[in-house]
């Protein structure tokens, strides 16, 4: 079984920084795409950050050139740098992996972790 803990979120001021961890479970596990979503209240859950296995991060616009999503392989862990914090940013924070087989593909999710950016 996969499992998928997030860390690193807290309180921050806007124009702050954050790092926030997604560990993943099981040696075997292979990430075909990792990623980061987040929820507001109120809101669809809408996607961060993602980066395939071999091909280039993409970012929602909003956060281009704020975020970096980056993985340790070694560690199974894929992290988000968050800089130039916003209120807008805050949300639960959530990754996802991806893992394909030759006939289907399952998604991986974590319980989240909240981000809060205010004064």
């Known amino acids: 079984q996969v499992q998928l803990v997030e860390s690193g979120g807290g309180l921050v001021q806007p124009g702050g920084s954050l790092r926030l961890s997604c560990a993943v479970s099981?040696?075997?596990?292979?990430?075909?795409?990792v990623g980061w979503y987040r929820q507001a209240p109120g809101k669809q859950r809408e996607l961060v950050a993602q980066?395939?296995?071999?091909?280039?991060?993409n970012y929602r616009e909003s956060v281009k050139g704020r975020f970096t999503i980056s993985r340790d392989n070694a560690k199974n862990t894929v992290y988000l740098q968050m800089s130039s914090l916003k209120p807008e940013d805050t949300a639960v924070y959530y990754c996802?992996?991806?893992?394909?087989?030759?006939?289907?593909?399952?998604?991986?999710w974590g319980q989240g972790t909240q981000v809060t950016v205010s004064s």
């Open positions: 996802k992996a991806k893992k394909c087989s030759s006939y289907a593909c399952n998604d991986y």
């Open positions: 099981g040696n075997i596990f292979t990430f075909n795409v």
């Open positions: 980066a395939p296995t071999g091909g280039n991060a």
